[in-house]
């Protein structure tokens, strides 16, 4: 995976991703195996849609019937029982994040921006001019990020997930004015991430 989909460059990436499901699902066959999945709601433009046609293909060949739903949208369904589905659900994963505006279970609009973790990986390799498998390593050992990162004496990562957040508000706050028939919400909505 590069930014959220399969990497275009990685050749046996489809076929590693097809052993990982096999091994955790197995092959079905039959009208009973449906395998429901997270995806990403890419917009126009995005490389996304190779991505879902391979995995989809392959999900098919495996004996699947693969439906997908938006990641974001997965979090207003696991997270916002209490407020009828109502909420945006955020999820910021290690390619994307991604965004969905529920009213009571219905999406109004879902999207995903390739700003997550891999972009702040890269960023702050690219601040201490070095690779970024070392900022990874940093970021997942058990210790908290801060103390960890101070103790390696980097440029602060601080701006990244600024930038990253800046640039989740800023797309929100597009996606939100561009909707045609945005339902009449009454008090504030939900947010879980």
Known sequence: MLRGVLNGEEASSLALVREI???????????E??????????????RGAPHEAELNTMLNELGYDSRSISEGL??????????NYTGIGISCGGGLCNVCL???????????IPKAGDYIDSSV???RGEPATPIRTIKRRIVPLQRA????????????????????VAALKDTCASV???????????KRI
């Open 125 to 127: 390799a690219k601040l």
């Open 149 to 168: 990162l101070r103790e390696q004496n980097p440029p602060c990562p601080q701006r990244c997930y600024e930038d990253m957040i800046q640039a989740l």
């Open 102 to 112: 529920a009213y009571l279970s219905v999406p109004v609009f879902s999207f995903s």
């Open 74 to 83: 997965a979090v207003v369904y696991g997270e916002m029982e209490n407020s």
């Open 180 to 190: 045609e028939n945005m339902p009449k919400l009454t008090r504030p909505v939900s």
């Open 33 to 46: 195996a449906v395998l429901q999945r997270s995806g990403a709601a890419l917009r126009p433009g995005r």
């Open 21 to 31: 499901v096999k091994l955790l699902a197995g092959d079905q066959k039959g009208p």
